[in-house]
């Protein structure tokens, strides 16, 4: 071929833009929930087993997370920390920000080659109400995705009222979920995670390290709830 017929060859088709409201089906991934017998970790057990989620529910003490799942019902099923990392696709940390880091510490051979979706906000009160505090990383996500090299680290769930969550008599929870996350792959299937909830919609916001200013919103809706005796949530516009 010549250069003139090179130049003559009509310039070739751009494929077409991935639609980012087209996700994965999660419904057969088994989702553990580490820290699952306090309130925000219990609560999203619940909506994802009512959902029809397979989930499993982690603690420390086995008997305490069996004695939790029993109460949930919906075939939620407990295990300790260790057996439910081992046994779940998806795990969501839920663990208070205090013990974040020594338990992902230690779970990383549990937790490798898993997707991680940390919900965690890094926290202090004091007498003027809720601040946020700055890990080191950055951010509590960016914490586990240093402490966990071998695993997926996403971050999402951070702005759900666990008051909410737990209650049976709410159909929908009327929310937006930001998840962040280095892979695309990753992100869409937290996404449709969060979709399986009704009233719910996961919504790219970012890579880990926009993670902090996320965590940190936390500290706002609780000064909103405190105010109003709301339950507060977010919605995104124009998306």
């Known amino acids: ?29 088994v989702v ?12 999203l057990a619940y909506r994802l087993a009512r959902a029809g989620q397979k989930v499993i529910i982690g603690s420390r003490a086995a008997e305490r997370a069996r004695a939790a799942a029993d109460e949930l019902g919906h075939g939620v099923e407990g295990a300790d ?26 779970l990383r051979g549990e937790l490798a080659g898993k997707l991680v979706v940390d919900c965690v906000n890094p926290l202090g009160f004091d007498k003027k109400g809720a601040y946020a505090l700055r890990p080191e990383e950055g951010s509590a996500a960016e914490q586990a995705a240093a402490l966990l090299p ?6 999402a769930f951070h702005h ?26 990753d992100v869409e299937i937290v996404q449709a995670l969060a979709g399986r909830i009704p009233g719910m919609r ?38």
């Open 202 to 239: 996961g919504v790219f916001a970012g890579r880990l390290r926009n993670a902090h200013q996320v965590e940190s919103l936390v500290a706002n809706l609780i000064s909103v709830n405190r105010r109003y005796k709301a339950h507060a949530g977010l919605r995104l516009t124009d998306v």
């Open 1 to 29: 071929m010549t250069s003139t017929d090179s130049a003559q060859q009509p310039p070739a088709e751009k494929a077409p833009a991935k639609d980012p409201w087209d996700l994965p089906d999660v419904s057969v991934l």
């Open 32 to 43: 553990g929930v580490l820290g699952g017998t306090g309130p925000q970790g219990k609560g």
């Open 81 to 106: 920390n260790a057996e439910c990392a081992r046994r779940s696709d998806l795990v969501i940390v839920a663990v208070p920000w205090d013990g974040h880091g020594k338990t992902l510490e230690s």
């Open 150 to 155: 071998d695993s997926r680290v996403t971050a």
């Open 160 to 185: 759900l009222s666990a008051v909410l969550l737990q209650d049976p008599e709410i159909e929908e929870i009327d929310t937006d979920v930001m998840v962040l996350g280095e892979v695309r792959a």
